[in-house]
């Protein structure tokens, strides 16, 4: 009888299983690690509108706030920095979405701009992220757990 080398169909089972079992463990960690990631990028992204808008007033001190994102952008290519696309702002969080959070700003009031309101919406909630974001002239970063977006007039959670 003439031994044939190999694996059997149990073998090469049995190894299918694990990589399997070890798919099912490793995949929702990943997903809660991407969602992570997003979360923290809105958070910066919120960050640079707040400085963006404050750097903003400060070249514009007869505007004020501004309550679009392309003012705070880059410019129409080849033209220098103007009121309506300063160059202040990353051209990405200046189009309005970036790592799966929707960029905004809303709220704008007086002449010249004295308030406004920046928010990060998850494009999808449980999946690109959990949590929506949104920060005002203060400065002060605020959340909704639900990704619903956030109001920084009613106070949600303050992230510091």
Known sequence: MVRQKGFSLIELL???????????I?????????MAANEASAVSGIRAITTAEHAYSTAYPDLGYTCSLSSL????????PTSTGSDILDPVISAGIKSGYSFALNNCSGTPGSTYQSSAVP??????????????????????????????????????
Do not use: E, H, M, W
């Not at 049995?14 to 099912?24: F, G, H, Q, R, S």
């Not at 490793?26 to 991407?34: M, W």
């Not at 952008?73 to 220098?80: D, F, K, T, V």
């Open 14 to 24: 049995i190894v299918v299983a694990i990589i399997l079992i070890i798919a099912a």
């Open 73 to 80: 952008g880059p410019p129409a290519s080849g033209q220098p």
């Open 26 to 34: 490793a995949i929702p960690n990943l997903l809660r690690s991407r």
């Open 123 to 160: 494009v999808t909630v449980g999946g690109s992220g959990q949590r929506a974001f949104c920060s005002d002239s203060s400065g002060i970063i605020q959340y909704a757990i639900d990704g619903v977006a956030a109001d920084c007039v009613s106070g949600k959670l303050v992230l510091q």
